[in-house]
Nanobody, 119 residues
Framework: QVRLVESGGGLVQAGGSLRLSCAAS????????MGWYSQAPGKQRELVAV???????NYADSVKGRFTISRDNAKNTVYLQMNSLKPEDTAVYSC?????????????WGQGTQVTVSS
């Protein structure tokens, strides 16, 4: 199991920026995919951005051009740089690690960090 701890959330005005961090309890070098998901009140959790072990990235259409996901394997940390924030970005953002355990696919989750964007 990988323990994930998110940080960096908070309250920001529309147009502002935040950088979220996700610190893992062990090396993320071999983890197939690290991702950020958001869940707004009354809505289902949805993918925001994902980065593979090779560094390839994928983004939700709603954040393309505004958010950037990156990983620092030396620090066992994944980041989400969030620019040009909008009120509709308000949600709890959670980090996910998806990897093969040897017998099955595992999804580990952090506790989440709140992002609130005021208009």
């Amino acid at each position: 199991q990988v323990r994930l701890v998110e940080s960096g959330g908070g309250l920001v005005q529309a147009g502002g920026s935040l950088r979220l961090s996700c610190a893992a309890s062990r090396s993320i070098f071999s983890i197939n995919a690290m991702g950020w998901y958001s869940q707004a009140p009354g809505k289902q959790r949805e993918l925001v951005a994902v980065i593979s072990s090779s560094g390839s990235t994928n983004y939700a259409d709603s954040v393309k051009g505004r958010f950037t996901i990156s990983r620092d394997n030396a620090k066992n940390t994944v980041y989400l740089q969030m620019n040009s924030l909008k009120p509709e970005d308000t949600a709890v953002y959670s980090c996910n690690a998806r990897y093969w355990s040897g017998t099955s696919i595992v999804n580990d989750w952090g506790q989440g960090t709140q992002v609130t964007v005021s208009s």
